[in-house]
């Protein structure tokens, strides 16, 4: 049995799960700022509750069909992760990430549009960054 504990959010955060699955990203290459997504739509077909939907265009330059629009309803969204294990992309252009700060009673709110999900990504990436300079530091003071 453990003792149930209760954390004052937003006071105070939960230490989350390595691999905990949280908002959706999209993701951009950081050496070239493309964006990732080749507009496969695997992630739409896999997602049990087809939540996930996404205009597309060909475009100079970019690989595959551009998203000219991206949209994940979080609403029924279960978190089950297949839509991103099934990204073909060596990057993984969509991902989940540890932020779960999303809170609305407006159903309009927990749909996440493309400006949303690349907003999430690049967070994500700038906190790996973060960490993986202090990984970095701590084998150099090793
Ligand atoms: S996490 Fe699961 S339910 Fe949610 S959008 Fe992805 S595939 Fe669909
Ligand atoms: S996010 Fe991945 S699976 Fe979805 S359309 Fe883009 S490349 Fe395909």
Redesign the pocket.
């Known amino acids: 049995m453990r003792r149930s504990v209760t954390l004052q959010y937003p006071d105070e955060l939960p230490t989350l799960a390595p691999r905990y ?1 949280g908002l ?1 990203g999209l993701t951009v290459d950081p050496e070239t700022g493309i964006e990732n997504c080749i507009g496969c739509q695997a ?1 739409a077909r ?4 087809k ?2 939907s996404m205009d597309l265009e060909k475009r100079e330059g970019h690989p595959g069909r551009y998203p000219t629009k991206f949209y ?1 309803d ?1 609403n ?9 294990e099934v990204c073909p992309t060596p990057m993984k252009a969509l991902i ?1 990430t540890a932020n779960f700060h999303m809170v609305s009673g407006e159903h309009k709110d927990l749909v996440l549009t493309k400006g949303k999900l690349l907003e999430n990504g690049r967070m994500e990436l700038a906190k790996s960054r973060v960490y993986q300079t202090e990984v970095n530091a701590e084998k150099k003071a090793a």
């Open positions: 699955r959706h992630c896999i997602c049990p509750d939540l996930i994940i979080l029924p969204c279960c978190f089950c992760g297949l839509c991103v989940m």
